[in-house]
């Protein structure tokens, strides 16, 4: 870090020559940083990395997370008690991956944790990088290159929250989602779960309200087809029947024409009979002649000196053949 600043120079008989500074311009360092950092973020789009994390596939529910922090930052602890103590009862998984978050050493480390989350990454749903606020050049650690290269690559989705409102740094560029505060990390999680529970409960709803509908109209129907199978059932009982009267009534008149003619037909049998009857034909003047037991219907059937009996209407005669 370069710094400006107005110093005297003192002399101590004890401890010798020594400066003390009077005055620091602090816009000096931070024009310093801020170039860095420009360069920094030039180099990241040219590189198409500001978006790429982005584009990381982001789970309908977040429950096991890595998080990169100092487990003495007060951050870290607004963290984990705002996702412990959550009102919708959720729970998480979490798994902490200390790292420093200012000085020297802080993007080695955070850097070290990333490769070892990255190793394990179908452990996790997402990443959360936290830290609370401070200084604001505390936070230049993190506008490098490597870092933002580091997170803007990263296989699945890092949410970042390490500084104030008014604070952004490198990897807030380059994150899946940059929150400010690791509060807001928690509160994006939560919101997160709590849209894909909303669009269950609204999925439900709408099942179950779809079901009622499918059920009212299947009940209407059904009655509307219990109603004309109970309509068209009486219509053929009806039909039915005035067919079996219709069929009594012809069956009667047929059985009644069938007597009649059967009557007719036996009066004229009757008549054909008695006009065939023996003794009606006898009557009529004809005879039978009978020889020996015998009809007669040929003369030369006799010969003279027979003894032949001939039957009239009223009686026989007994003759002889001459």
């Known amino acids: 870090m370069e710094i400006h600043f107005l110093a005297r120079v003192e002399f101590h008989e004890r401890y010798g020559l020594q400066l003390v500074v009077e005055d620091i311009d602090p816009a000096y360092t ?14 990241l789009q040219k590189e198409g990395l500001t978006g790429k994390n982005a584009t990381a596939a982001l789970p309908s529910v977040l429950q096991r997370i890595a998080v990169i922090s ?24 979490t798994q902490l991956f200390p790292a420093a978050m200012q000085g020297v050493a802080a993007e080695k480390e955070v850097l070290g944790q990333l490769e070892r989350i990255e190793a394990e990454a179908e452990r996790f749903d997402c990443v959360a990088f936290v830290r609370g606020g401070g200084a604001r ?25 390490i500084g104030h409102e008014t604070d952004q740094t490198i990897p807030d560029l380059v994150a899946f989602a940059s929150l400010k505060t690791p509060t807001a990390v928690a509160d994006y999680i939560l919101s997160h779960n709590a849209f894909f529970e909303a669009r269950l409960t609204e999925g439900w709803l709408s099942v179950r309200e779809k079901a009622a509908e499918v059920m009212g109209r299947e009940s ?10 109970y309509s068209n059932a009486r219509f053929q009982l009806e039909r039915a029947d ?15 024409r069938r007597i009649q003619t059967a009557g007719t037909a036996l009066e004229s049998l009757e008549i054909v009979v008695g006009l065939l009857d023996v003794e009606a034909t006898l009557r009529r003047g004809f005879s039978i002649t009978h020889l020996r037991g015998v009809t007669l ?3 030369t059937q006799t010969k003279p000196g027979d003894k032949i009996e001939i039957q009239l209407a009223l009686g026989i005669i007994k003759s002889i053949v001459s």
């Open 137 to 161: 050049l505390d936070l230049s650690a993190f506008d490098t290159l490597a870092a933002g290269r580091a997170i803007a690559e990263f296989p699945i989705p890092v949410l970042v929250g």
């Open 70 to 93: 100092s487990p003495e930052a007060a951050g870290m602890q607004d963290f984990s008690e705002h996702l412990l103590n959550n009102p919708y009862g959720y729970r998480f998984r």
């Open 297 to 299: 219907s040929d003369p």
């Open 242 to 256: 005035a067919a079996l009267a219709a069929a009594e009534t012809a069956i009667a008149q047929l059985a009644s």
């Open 30 to 43: 931070v024009g310093k940083w801020a170039l860095q950092r420009m360069q920094v973020i030039s180099a």
């Open 220 to 229: 209407a129907r059904v009655e509307q087809m219990l109603h004309w199978t």
